[in-house]
Protein backbone atom coordinates (compact mmCIF):
# COMPACT_ATOMS: atom_id res chain seq x y z
CA UNK A 1 0.00 0.00 0.00
CA UNK A 2 1.63 3.51 -0.86
CA UNK A 3 1.46 6.23 1.80
CA UNK A 4 1.55 9.78 1.27
CA UNK A 5 0.92 11.86 4.50
CA UNK A 6 -0.40 15.11 2.40
CA UNK A 7 -3.60 12.66 1.68
CA UNK A 8 -4.08 11.90 4.63
CA UNK A 9 -4.06 15.75 6.48
CA UNK A 10 -6.57 16.67 3.61
CA UNK A 11 -8.60 13.19 4.64
CA UNK A 12 -8.73 14.76 8.28
CA UNK A 13 -8.98 18.15 7.53
CA UNK A 14 -12.03 17.39 5.21
CA UNK A 15 -13.19 15.41 7.87
CA UNK A 16 -13.38 17.76 10.50
CA UNK A 17 -14.57 20.50 7.83
CA UNK A 18 -17.71 18.13 7.90
CA UNK A 19 -18.26 17.72 11.29
CA UNK A 20 -17.59 21.50 12.39
CA UNK A 21 -20.49 22.93 10.24
CA UNK A 22 -22.90 20.34 12.54
CA UNK A 23 -21.69 21.35 15.95
CA UNK A 24 -24.07 23.65 17.67
CA UNK A 25 -22.02 23.75 21.23
CA UNK A 26 -20.57 27.03 22.85
CA UNK A 27 -16.81 24.87 22.94
CA UNK A 28 -16.93 23.73 19.86
CA UNK A 29 -14.37 23.31 17.34
CA UNK A 30 -12.43 22.77 14.38
CA UNK A 31 -9.52 20.17 14.23
CA UNK A 32 -7.33 19.37 11.94
CA UNK A 33 -3.95 21.02 10.36
CA UNK A 34 -6.31 23.88 10.11
CA UNK A 35 -3.15 26.42 9.45
CA UNK A 36 -3.28 24.79 5.95
CA UNK A 37 -6.87 25.68 5.72
CA UNK A 38 -5.73 29.16 6.68
CA UNK A 39 -3.18 29.42 3.99
CA UNK A 40 -5.71 28.17 1.49
CA UNK A 41 -8.43 30.54 2.30
CA UNK A 42 -5.82 33.74 2.45
CA UNK A 43 -4.41 32.86 -1.06
CA UNK A 44 -7.68 32.42 -2.41
CA UNK A 45 -9.75 35.07 -0.65
CA UNK A 46 -9.36 38.26 -0.17
CA UNK A 47 -11.26 37.94 3.58
CA UNK A 48 -9.45 37.94 6.53
CA UNK A 49 -6.64 38.24 4.87
CA UNK A 50 -3.36 40.23 6.41
CA UNK A 51 -1.29 42.89 4.72
CA UNK A 52 1.98 40.98 3.35
CA UNK A 53 5.33 42.29 3.87
CA UNK A 54 8.70 41.10 2.04
CA UNK A 55 9.31 37.80 3.39
CA UNK A 56 13.07 37.29 5.15
CA UNK A 57 15.87 36.05 2.28
CA UNK A 58 15.87 32.31 2.87
CA UNK A 59 18.78 30.52 3.91
CA UNK A 60 21.62 28.76 1.64
CA UNK A 61 20.68 25.01 0.75
CA UNK A 62 21.81 22.42 -1.24
CA UNK A 63 19.39 21.31 -3.48
CA UNK A 64 16.16 22.41 -5.06
CA UNK A 65 13.66 20.49 -2.84
CA UNK A 66 14.81 22.28 0.42
CA UNK A 67 13.83 25.64 -0.93
CA UNK A 68 10.39 27.78 0.76
CA UNK A 69 7.23 26.19 -0.76
CA UNK A 70 4.59 28.87 -1.73
CA UNK A 71 2.97 28.95 1.99
CA UNK A 72 6.64 31.38 2.26
CA UNK A 73 4.61 34.19 1.03
CA UNK A 74 2.63 34.53 4.50
CA UNK A 75 5.74 34.84 6.28
CA UNK A 76 5.59 38.21 7.54
CA UNK A 77 2.00 39.73 7.99
CA UNK A 78 0.16 42.11 10.09
CA UNK A 79 -1.82 40.21 12.35
CA UNK A 80 -6.03 40.32 10.74
CA UNK A 81 -7.65 43.35 12.13
CA UNK A 82 -10.83 41.77 12.77
CA UNK A 83 -12.00 41.47 16.23
CA UNK A 84 -12.71 38.21 18.02
CA UNK A 85 -15.98 39.02 18.95
CA UNK A 86 -16.99 40.87 15.45
CA UNK A 87 -14.94 38.63 13.53
CA UNK A 88 -17.96 35.94 12.33
CA UNK A 89 -20.56 39.14 11.64
CA UNK A 90 -17.55 41.04 9.37
CA UNK A 91 -16.29 37.63 7.86
CA UNK A 92 -20.26 36.81 6.85
CA UNK A 93 -20.88 39.98 5.54
CA UNK A 94 -17.45 39.99 3.08
CA UNK A 95 -18.30 36.37 2.16
CA UNK A 96 -21.69 37.09 1.19
CA UNK A 97 -20.84 40.08 -0.77
CA UNK A 98 -17.98 38.14 -2.70
CA UNK A 99 -18.44 37.67 -6.42
CA UNK A 100 -16.65 35.27 -8.33
CA UNK A 101 -14.63 37.76 -9.86
CA UNK A 102 -13.30 38.69 -6.45
CA UNK A 103 -11.54 35.12 -6.06
CA UNK A 104 -8.01 34.38 -6.86
CA UNK A 105 -9.01 30.68 -8.28
CA UNK A 106 -5.42 29.81 -9.51
CA UNK A 107 -3.26 31.74 -7.10
CA UNK A 108 -0.21 29.47 -7.87
CA UNK A 109 -0.07 30.61 -11.60
CA UNK A 110 2.04 33.54 -11.03
CA UNK A 111 4.52 33.25 -8.32
CA UNK A 112 4.25 35.14 -5.96
CA UNK A 113 7.58 35.82 -4.80
CA UNK A 114 8.90 36.39 -8.29
CA UNK A 115 12.42 36.48 -6.42
CA UNK A 116 12.65 33.40 -4.62
CA UNK A 117 12.95 30.17 -6.04
CA UNK A 118 10.27 27.67 -4.96
CA UNK A 119 10.87 24.15 -3.66
CA UNK A 120 11.00 21.29 -6.39
CA UNK A 121 8.39 19.86 -4.00
CA UNK A 122 5.72 21.78 -5.16
CA UNK A 123 5.75 20.56 -8.54
CA UNK A 124 6.26 16.76 -7.98
CA UNK A 125 3.09 15.12 -7.76
CA UNK A 126 1.43 17.49 -9.85
CA UNK A 127 0.15 14.54 -12.04
CA UNK A 128 -1.93 13.07 -8.75
CA UNK A 129 -3.79 16.40 -8.46
CA UNK A 130 -6.49 15.32 -10.03
CA UNK A 131 -7.16 11.94 -8.47
CA UNK A 132 -10.85 10.98 -8.17
CA UNK A 133 -9.79 8.86 -5.32
CA UNK A 134 -11.01 8.06 -1.40
CA UNK A 135 -8.27 9.83 0.91
CA UNK A 136 -7.55 7.76 3.67
CA UNK A 137 -6.42 8.82 7.58
CA UNK A 138 -7.06 5.83 10.33
CA UNK A 139 -10.54 6.07 10.54
CA UNK A 140 -11.63 8.74 8.31
CA UNK A 141 -12.11 8.43 4.52
CA UNK A 142 -12.93 11.20 2.77
CA UNK A 143 -12.63 11.72 -1.48
CA UNK A 144 -10.99 13.77 -3.21
CA UNK A 145 -13.47 15.10 -6.16
CA UNK A 146 -11.79 17.34 -8.71
CA UNK A 147 -14.79 17.30 -10.86
CA UNK A 148 -16.16 19.23 -8.94
CA UNK A 149 -13.80 22.09 -8.32
CA UNK A 150 -12.54 22.25 -12.30
CA UNK A 151 -12.07 25.74 -11.94
CA UNK A 152 -9.36 25.69 -9.69
CA UNK A 153 -7.42 23.37 -12.13
CA UNK A 154 -7.89 25.55 -15.01
CA UNK A 155 -10.56 22.99 -16.63
CA UNK A 156 -14.21 23.56 -17.95
CA UNK A 157 -16.42 23.26 -15.10
CA UNK A 158 -18.99 20.63 -16.52
CA UNK A 159 -22.75 21.18 -15.11
CA UNK A 160 -25.00 19.63 -14.20
CA UNK A 161 -22.11 17.82 -11.90
CA UNK A 162 -21.48 14.41 -12.65
CA UNK A 163 -23.27 12.61 -9.15
CA UNK A 164 -21.05 10.88 -7.10
CA UNK A 165 -21.26 9.01 -3.75
CA UNK A 166 -19.59 9.91 -1.10
CA UNK A 167 -21.13 7.64 1.20
CA UNK A 168 -22.91 8.67 4.10
CA UNK A 169 -22.27 5.33 6.74
CA UNK A 170 -18.51 6.68 5.99
CA UNK A 171 -19.00 9.77 7.88
CA UNK A 172 -20.90 8.10 10.74
CA UNK A 173 -17.66 6.05 11.69
CA UNK A 174 -15.61 7.78 14.05
CA UNK A 175 -13.90 7.03 16.93
CA UNK A 176 -16.14 7.75 19.62
CA UNK A 177 -18.82 5.65 18.39
CA UNK A 178 -16.81 2.57 17.03
CA UNK A 179 -14.48 2.49 19.75
CA UNK A 180 -14.80 -1.60 19.23
CA UNK A 181 -12.56 -1.14 16.01
CA UNK A 182 -9.15 -0.70 15.72
CA UNK A 183 -8.28 -2.19 12.92
CA UNK A 184 -8.91 0.39 10.69
CA UNK A 185 -6.62 -1.27 7.28
CA UNK A 186 -9.02 -4.04 7.55
CA UNK A 187 -12.08 -2.50 7.82
CA UNK A 188 -11.23 0.30 5.38
CA UNK A 189 -9.59 -2.19 2.99
CA UNK A 190 -12.19 -1.87 0.25
CA UNK A 191 -10.96 1.94 0.19
CA UNK A 192 -7.40 1.04 0.40
CA UNK A 193 -7.21 -1.46 -2.48
CA UNK A 194 -9.40 1.57 -4.22
CA UNK A 195 -6.71 3.93 -3.56
CA UNK A 196 -3.64 1.20 -4.42
CA UNK A 197 -5.35 2.44 -7.72
CA UNK A 198 -5.16 5.63 -7.64
CA UNK A 199 -3.68 6.40 -11.04
CA UNK A 200 -6.15 4.90 -13.22
CA UNK A 201 -8.51 7.15 -11.42
CA UNK A 202 -7.65 10.50 -12.94
CA UNK A 203 -10.17 13.18 -13.60
CA UNK A 204 -9.72 13.71 -17.66
CA UNK A 205 -11.16 16.77 -19.47
CA UNK A 206 -9.37 18.55 -22.22
CA UNK A 207 -11.75 21.39 -22.20
CA UNK A 208 -10.13 24.86 -20.75
CA UNK A 209 -11.88 27.23 -18.19
CA UNK A 210 -13.47 30.11 -20.23
CA UNK A 211 -15.33 33.25 -18.31
CA UNK A 212 -18.51 32.67 -20.14
CA UNK A 213 -18.92 28.77 -19.28
CA UNK A 214 -18.14 29.80 -15.93
CA UNK A 215 -21.05 32.30 -15.85
CA UNK A 216 -23.12 30.11 -16.87
CA UNK A 217 -22.13 27.28 -14.35
CA UNK A 218 -22.60 30.08 -11.26
CA UNK A 219 -25.91 30.29 -13.00
CA UNK A 220 -27.02 27.13 -12.65
CA UNK A 221 -25.25 26.22 -9.38
CA UNK A 222 -26.92 29.33 -7.23
CA UNK A 223 -29.77 27.58 -8.24
CA UNK A 224 -29.02 24.48 -6.77
CA UNK A 225 -27.88 25.08 -3.29
CA UNK A 226 -27.81 27.91 -0.37
CA UNK A 227 -25.06 30.10 -1.43
CA UNK A 228 -25.83 32.84 1.58
CA UNK A 229 -24.47 32.48 5.18
CA UNK A 230 -27.33 35.02 5.74
CA UNK A 231 -30.10 35.54 3.73
CA UNK A 232 -32.67 37.45 3.52
CA UNK A 233 -35.02 38.29 6.36
CA UNK A 234 -38.50 38.29 3.75
CA UNK A 235 -38.91 37.77 0.10
CA UNK A 236 -42.24 39.97 0.46
CA UNK A 237 -42.85 42.37 -2.29
CA UNK A 238 -42.12 46.35 -0.86
CA UNK A 239 -45.32 47.44 -2.61
CA UNK A 240 -47.77 44.62 -0.51
CA UNK A 241 -46.03 46.01 3.38
CA UNK A 242 -47.16 48.29 5.27
CA UNK A 243 -44.96 51.00 6.28
CA UNK A 244 -45.04 50.26 10.14
CA UNK A 245 -44.14 46.64 8.76
CA UNK A 246 -41.65 47.92 6.80
CA UNK A 247 -40.04 49.74 9.77
CA UNK A 248 -40.45 46.66 11.98
CA UNK A 249 -39.35 43.72 10.15
CA UNK A 250 -36.95 40.99 12.33
CA UNK A 251 -33.79 42.46 11.08
CA UNK A 252 -34.36 46.05 11.82
CA UNK A 253 -35.50 44.94 15.38
CA UNK A 254 -31.82 42.98 16.13
CA UNK A 255 -30.33 45.79 14.30
CA UNK A 256 -31.73 48.45 16.18
CA UNK A 257 -31.00 47.15 19.37
CA UNK A 258 -27.60 45.16 18.51
CA UNK A 259 -24.05 46.28 18.49
CA UNK A 260 -23.59 45.60 14.69
CA UNK A 261 -25.13 46.10 11.12
CA UNK A 262 -25.16 42.50 9.06
CA UNK A 263 -25.03 43.46 5.64
CA UNK A 264 -25.44 39.88 3.91
CA UNK A 265 -29.17 40.66 4.02
CA UNK A 266 -29.32 43.43 2.94
CA UNK A 267 -27.44 42.40 -0.69
CA UNK A 268 -29.47 39.39 -0.43
CA UNK A 269 -32.34 41.73 -0.37
CA UNK A 270 -31.83 43.68 -2.94
CA UNK A 271 -30.48 41.53 -4.84
CA UNK A 272 -33.45 39.13 -4.98
CA UNK A 273 -35.40 41.86 -5.45
CA UNK A 274 -33.56 43.01 -9.04
CA UNK A 275 -33.65 39.90 -9.94
CA UNK A 276 -37.73 40.46 -9.50
CA UNK A 277 -37.93 43.08 -11.58
CA UNK A 278 -36.14 41.68 -14.44
CA UNK A 279 -37.97 38.82 -14.15
CA UNK A 280 -41.20 41.06 -13.95
CA UNK A 281 -39.68 43.24 -16.92
CA UNK A 282 -39.76 40.01 -19.14
CA UNK A 283 -43.03 38.45 -18.20
CA UNK A 284 -44.60 42.26 -18.95
CA UNK A 285 -42.76 42.44 -22.58
CA UNK A 286 -44.65 39.18 -23.48
CA UNK A 287 -47.74 40.17 -22.27
CA UNK A 288 -48.22 43.77 -23.28
CA UNK A 289 -49.57 44.86 -26.53
CA UNK A 290 -48.74 48.60 -26.36
CA UNK A 291 -46.58 49.36 -29.08
CA UNK A 292 -45.28 52.37 -27.55
CA UNK A 293 -44.09 50.50 -24.94
CA UNK A 294 -42.76 47.40 -27.01
CA UNK A 295 -40.82 50.11 -28.83
CA UNK A 296 -39.63 51.09 -25.27
CA UNK A 297 -38.24 48.13 -24.19
CA UNK A 298 -37.17 46.92 -27.25
CA UNK A 299 -35.02 50.31 -26.98
CA UNK A 300 -33.41 50.19 -24.03
CA UNK A 301 -33.09 46.24 -24.34
CA UNK A 302 -29.41 46.17 -23.63
CA UNK A 303 -30.10 47.83 -19.93
CA UNK A 304 -30.72 44.03 -18.99
CA UNK A 305 -27.08 43.31 -19.40
CA UNK A 306 -26.85 45.57 -16.62
CA UNK A 307 -28.49 43.42 -14.69
CA UNK A 308 -27.20 40.64 -15.87
CA UNK A 309 -24.34 40.24 -12.58
CA UNK A 310 -26.56 40.50 -9.92
CA UNK A 311 -28.92 37.82 -11.44
CA UNK A 312 -26.18 35.92 -11.91
CA UNK A 313 -25.34 35.54 -8.86
CA UNK A 314 -28.91 35.37 -6.89
CA UNK A 315 -30.20 32.73 -9.68
CA UNK A 316 -30.62 32.78 -13.50
CA UNK A 317 -33.90 34.23 -15.56
CA UNK A 318 -33.69 33.21 -19.44
CA UNK A 319 -33.22 37.00 -19.55
CA UNK A 320 -30.48 37.17 -18.50
CA UNK A 321 -28.87 33.94 -19.56
CA UNK A 322 -29.84 35.42 -23.29
CA UNK A 323 -28.78 38.77 -22.78
CA UNK A 324 -25.07 36.90 -21.56
CA UNK A 325 -25.09 34.89 -25.01
CA UNK A 326 -25.81 37.83 -27.00
CA UNK A 327 -22.81 39.78 -25.53
CA UNK A 328 -20.85 36.48 -25.71
CA UNK A 329 -16.57 38.29 -25.89
CA UNK A 330 -14.04 36.19 -27.40
CA UNK A 331 -11.94 35.59 -24.25
CA UNK A 332 -8.50 34.23 -23.47
CA UNK A 333 -8.42 31.18 -21.83
CA UNK A 334 -6.59 31.31 -18.42
CA UNK A 335 -3.99 28.80 -18.18
CA UNK A 336 -3.73 27.68 -14.53
CA UNK A 337 -1.50 25.67 -12.73
CA UNK A 338 -2.22 23.33 -9.88
CA UNK A 339 -2.13 24.17 -6.06
CA UNK A 340 1.50 23.85 -4.98
CA UNK A 341 1.02 24.18 -1.34
CA UNK A 342 4.16 21.75 0.02
CA UNK A 343 3.42 19.55 2.84
Known sequence: MTRRWASAVLSFLYRQLCEACRRTAKNASLGGCVYLLQLWMWSHLPVGRPIEFAPRPWFDVVGLRLRPTAAYRWDQVQAPFARHQRAYVEYSNELDALTPSMVSWQPYDEPPLPHIQLSSACTTDEDIYLLRCPLICFYAVEYHLPHRVARQFGLRQEFP?????????????????????????????????????????????????????????????VGVTRCKLKGQWTSADYAELESSDDEDTSYDLVTRHGTHVEAAPILDRVGNSMMQSVVDIEHFSKTTSDDRTLA????????????????????????????????KEDEDDIKIPLDKIGP
Open 161 to 221: VEPFSTSVELHKFDRQKQKKITDFEAHHQVYIDEWDQMHDLLYQSDQSHTNYNFREYISWY
Open 296 to 327: FLSHHGDTSLGLGAITVAQGSSRTTRDAFASH
